[in-house]
C-alpha cells in the first residue's frame, strides 16, 4: 500500500478557512451531541407515551399505540430520514413546504424529529416490556388505594418500569447517539459528515476515519460510564 | 346472608350464634333476610347481589349474594378456583363483573356515575402478595396515597403512616425498603398502609397464604385486633382458626358460586353441604 501517513494533519489548516481538521471534526462532534441529546429528548417523552399507550386498557389507545411502533420501526431510518427531508415540504401545503425549506438548519431539526420519533418507537417497547414485567398486583396495589390510572403510572408503574429497562435504555441511548450519522445524508454537519469531508480535502482517508472512530467510542463509553453511575444512583435497596 | 345454593332457614336466629358472638360487634350468624330490619341509612356496609362474572365463555362468578354489615367480619373459604379472590376484588372494582350490582356503602360500584377511584380510597386492600411498592420507602409507601388522594400534607401523612407502623409493630422500620423486610413485616406494612386511608371497610385477599408458616401468625394477630376493635372486614383466607376466632360469618364457596354461609359453628362445626363437609375434612385432615 502507498500510503502517505500524516498523523499531522488534525493541526493543519482545512481549506474551510475557519480552523484546523481538529477543529472541523470537533464541530461534527458538537452535532452529533446537540443531535443526538435533542433527539433522546423527543424519543424519551413520545416512546414513554407510545409504551403506555400498549399498556392501557383501552382497546382503543393500544391500537394508537401499535400502530406508532410498526410503522417508525419496519421503516429504515435512512428512508424516514429521506421522507422527513424531501417528501414531506412537498407534500404539505405550498406556503408550510417553503417555511420548511427556508428554516436556517434544516438538516439539524429534521434529524432530531426524524430520529427522535424513529427511536421512540424502539423505547415505547421497552416501556411496554418494563410495565409488564411489573407483577399485576402492583396496578391493582395503587387502584385499590384510590390513585387514578394516571396516578398510578406516575408514581408506581413508571419508576420500577424504568428501574426495570434501565440497560436496555442505555443501549437505545448508544444506538441513537450512532444513528445521528445516517443525518449526513440529508445535509447535517455532523461527526461522520465532517471526516468525509476532511477525507476528500485531505486524502488521509485512515486518520480521518481513526479519529472519528475513537471519538465515537470515546463518547460512547462516557454514555456507559454515565449510565452505570444512574443505575447504582436509583437502584432499590433490598433487591 | 342469602345464596342461591343454600336452602331456606328459619327466621330466627339460633341461640346458638348469639353465644359465639365477640361482644360488641353486633348480629351475628344472622341471614340478610332474617335480620332484624334496620334503619336504611344503616344499610349493609358491602351488599353483593346476584353477582355473576364470565372469562370469555367460562363463568367464574354465579350469581353470588352475600353481604357484610358494619363491624361485621366475614370469612370466605373455599377451595382454590372457587372464585373467592375473584368475589373480593369485584367488590372494589378490581375486576369487573357482568350481572348483578355491588353496593359499598350506599354506593352502586358498577354505575357508571360512580367515582371508583374516590369509593376505592375507602375500601382497604390487603393482597396475597402484599404488593408494597419496591422503589419507596416505608414511609413513602404509607403516605403516597393519603397525599395524592386523600391531599393529606406531607407531614400529616407520614405522622398518620409512623402511628399506624408503631401499631403493627414496626416504627424502627419506617425508613427501609420493602425489599428489606420480611414477608410477614411487608403484609403488616400493607395492612397499615390500607388503614393509613381511614377505611370504612378492609378487604383481606389470601393475607397469609404467600407467608412462611412462622410468619402467619404475626399477621393474623394484627386482623384480629383490627376485628376486635370493630373494623369491617371481609377475608378471603384458608385459616380456619382464624375464622373461627373472630369472623361472624363464614361463607364457603365453590365453583363460583356461594354454598353455604353462617355463624362459623354452623359452617365450621357442622356444615348442611356435602360439599363444604368434604372441603372441611380435606383442610383439617
Not at chain 1, 108 to 128: D, H, I, K, M
Request: glycine residues 8%.
Amino acid at each position: 500500500m502507498n500510503y502517505n501517513w500524516n498523523w499531522g494533519i488534525f493541526f493543519e489548516a482545512s481549506p474551510e478557512g475557519t480552523g484546523t481538521y481538529a477543529d472541523m471534526l470537533l464541530s461534527g462532534l458538537m452535532w452529533t451531541i446537540l443531535t443526538a441529546l435533542c433527539a433522546w429528548v423527543v424519543a424519551f417523552a413520545v416512546g414513554s407515551v407510545v409504551g403506555v399507550l400498549r399498556t392501557l386498557p383501552s382497546r382503543a389507545a393500544q391500537a394508537v399505540g401499535n400502530a406508532y411502533v410498526e410503522l417508525f420501526r419496519n421503516i429504515p431510518l435512512l428512508v424516514q430520514m429521506f421522507l422527513w427531508y424531501f417528501v414531506l415540504p412537498e407534500v404539505l401545503p405550498e406556503s408550510w413546504g417553503t417555511w420548511l425549506k427556508q428554516l436556517p438548519d434544516a438538516p439539524f431539526y429534521t434529524a432530531v424529529v426524524c430520529l427522535g420519533f424513529f427511536t421512540a418507537s424502539r423505547v415505547a417497547e421497552q416501556v411496554r416490556a418494563g410495565i409488564q414485567a411489573l407483577p399485576r398486583g402492583q396496578r391493582m396495589a395503587g387502584t385499590a388505594l384510590g390513585l387514578t390510572t394516571a396516578q398510578t403510572y406516575r408514581y408506581v408503574l413508571l419508576p420500577n418500569a424504568y428501574r426495570i429497562i434501565l440497560p436496555p435504555l442505555t443501549s437505545e441511548f448508544l444506538n441513537n447517539l450512532k444513528n445521528t450519522s445516517v443525518a449526513l445524508t440529508i445535509g447535517l454537519l455532523e461527526l461522520t459528515a465532517r471526516a468525509r469531508a476532511m477525507q476528500e480535502f485531505s486524502f488521509q482517508v485512515f486518520e480521518a476515519f481513526t479519529a472519528a472512530t475513537i471519538i465515537y467510542i470515546i463518547i460512547n463509553l462516557l454514555v456507559v460510564t454515565v449510565a452505570g453511575v444512574i443505575e447504582r444512583r436509583v437502584a432499590v435497596p433490598g433487591r | 346472608m342469602t345464596s342461591s345454593a343454600m336452602p331456606p332457614v328459619s327466621p330466627v336466629p339460633e341461640p346458638q350464634a348469639a353465644v359465639d358472638a365477640a361482644p360488641g360487634t353486633g348480629p351475628v350468624g344472622t341471614l340478610l333476610t332474617e335480620r332484624p330490619p334496620v334503619p336504611a341509612t344503616t344499610g349493609p356496609m358491602i351488599a353483593i347481589d346476584g353477582v355473576s362474572k364470565w372469562y370469555g365463555d367460562f363463568q367464574v362468578l354465579t350469581n353470588c349474594t352475600t353481604s357484610v354489615t358494619k363491624g361485621e367480619v366475614v370469612v370466605v373459604c373455599g377451595p382454590s378456583g372457587s372464585g373467592k379472590s375473584t368475589l373480593i376484588k369485584c367488590v372494589n372494582a378490581l375486576e369487573p363483573f357482568q350481572k348483578g350490582q355491588i353496593t359499598v356503602d350506599g354506593t352502586k360500584i358498577a354505575d357508571k356515575k360512580t367515582n371508583l377511584p374516590k369509593l376505592r380510597s375507602r375500601v382497604g386492600m390487603v393482597f396475597q402478595h402484599f404488593e408494597l411498592f419496591p422503589h419507596l420507602s416505608i414511609t413513602d409507601n404509607l403516605s403516597l396515597a393519603q397525599r395524592k388522594v386523600l391531599g393529606r400534607s406531607r407531614d400529616e401523612a407520614e405522622a398518620k403512616g409512623l402511628a399506624l407502623l408503631e401499631r403493627v409493630g414496626l416504627k424502627a422500620h419506617a425508613h427501609k425498603f420493602p425489599g428489606q423486610l420480611s414477608g410477614g413485616q411487608q403484609q403488616r406494612v400493607a395492612i397499615a398502609r390500607a388503614l393509613a386511608m381511614n377505611p370504612i371497610v378492609m378487604l383481606f385477599d389470601e393475607p397469609t397464604s404467600a407467608l412462611d408458616p412462622e410468619m402467619v401468625g404475626e399477621v393474623l394477630d394484627v386482623m384480629v385486633e383490627l376485628a376486635r376493635e370493630g373494623m369491617t372486614m371481609m377475608v378471603v383466607t384458608h385459616e380456619l382458626g382464624f375464622a373461627r376466632e373472630v369472623a361472624d360469618t363464614v361463607v364457603y364457596m365453590d365453583q363460583g358460586g356461594i354454598v353455604e354461609a353462617g355463624t362459623p359453628a354452623e359452617v365450621l362445626g357442622g356444615p348442611r353441604e356435602a360439599r363444604t363437609r368434604s372441603f372441611l375434612s380435606a383442610v383439617i385432615g
